[in-house]
């Protein structure tokens, strides 16, 4: 069993920046991958951005150039620094905790909303 924990979310103005925090507990399977997914209201979840446990990244072309996906293995962590965020990319962040031998958990999601 696998625990996630987010924080970090909040209200920014446009061009402000945040960070995100997704901790995993519990049983940690040695090849995983976690990521940070988002859904705004009437729009279905999209990845953002993910990395594995040897440290590769995927990012959504639309966030390619304004976030940075990061991880702490030793603690299980992962940090998404978002800059220069823009109204739309208000949403619901949640974080997934995967793994190669079928582990599939979801935090309980945080706010971000960006607006003046």
């Known amino acids: 069993q696998v625990e996630v924990v987010e924080s970090g979310g909040g209200l920014v103005q446009p061009g402000g920046s945040l960070r995100l925090s997704c901790t995993a507990s519990?049983?940690?399977?040695?090849?995983?991958?976690m990521g940070w997914y988002r859904q705004a209201p009437g729009k279905e979840r999209e990845l953002v951005a993910a990395?594995?446990?040897?440290?590769?990244?995927k990012y959504a072309d639309s966030v390619k150039d304004r976030f940075a996906i990061s991880r702490d293995n030793a603690k299980n962590t992962v940090y998404l620094q978002m800059n220069s965020l823009k109204p739309e990319d208000t949403a619901v962040y949640s974080c997934?905790?995967?793994?190669?031998?079928?582990?599939?958990?979801w935090g309980q999601g945080t706010q971000v909303t960006v607006s003046s």
């Open positions: 519990g049983t940690i399977f040695f090849a995983n991958a």
């Open positions: 990395i594995t446990s040897n440290g590769n990244t």
């Open positions: 997934n905790y995967g793994s190669l031998r079928g582990d599939n958990y």
